[in-house]
């Protein structure tokens, strides 16, 4: 199993960047998919998810309207578009494949990329 997320970098405050999580070792499109971030000193927190047929999204309140989710079953992929960037975007950024299987789940981590917004 294997999720590798890439397209992190170093951006302005204004400015976009699109990171992707390629995901392989899985039925992929079984999995609701989610992006979590971890600034320094901070915990991780989630950012937003979507489901497994990408019909259904959610985002955290600090990112809604500037974030947005989106996947590619036939990929294998999941995409975190960010515009709108603000220095308090920099982080770590991670995505988790989850599904939930009776009364557990199975889970998920990529090694995450980082973001940082600064002028």
């Known amino acids: 199993v294997q999720l590798v997320e890439s397209g992190g970098g170093l951006v302005q405050p204004g400015g976009s960047l699109r990171l992707s999580c390629s995901a392989s070792?899985?039925?992929?499109?079984?999995?609701?998919m989610s992006w979590y971030r971890q600034a320094p000193g901070k915990d991780r927190e989630l950012v937003g998810s979507?489901?497994?047929?990408?019909?259904?999204?959610h985002y955290a309140d600090s990112v809604k309207g500037r974030f947005t989710i989106s996947r590619d079953n036939a990929k294998n992929t999941v995409y975190l578009q960010m515009n709108n960037l603000k220095p308090e975007d920099t982080a770590v950024y991670y995505c988790?494949?989850?599904?939930?299987?009776?009364?557990?789940?199975?889970?998920?981590w990529g090694q995450g990329t980082q973001v940082t917004v600064s002028s």
């Open positions: 988790k494949a989850v599904r939930a299987v009776g009364l557990g789940e199975y889970d998920y």
């Open positions: 070792g899985f039925t992929f499109w079984r999995y609701d």
């Open positions: 979507i489901s497994s047929a990408g019909g259904s999204t």
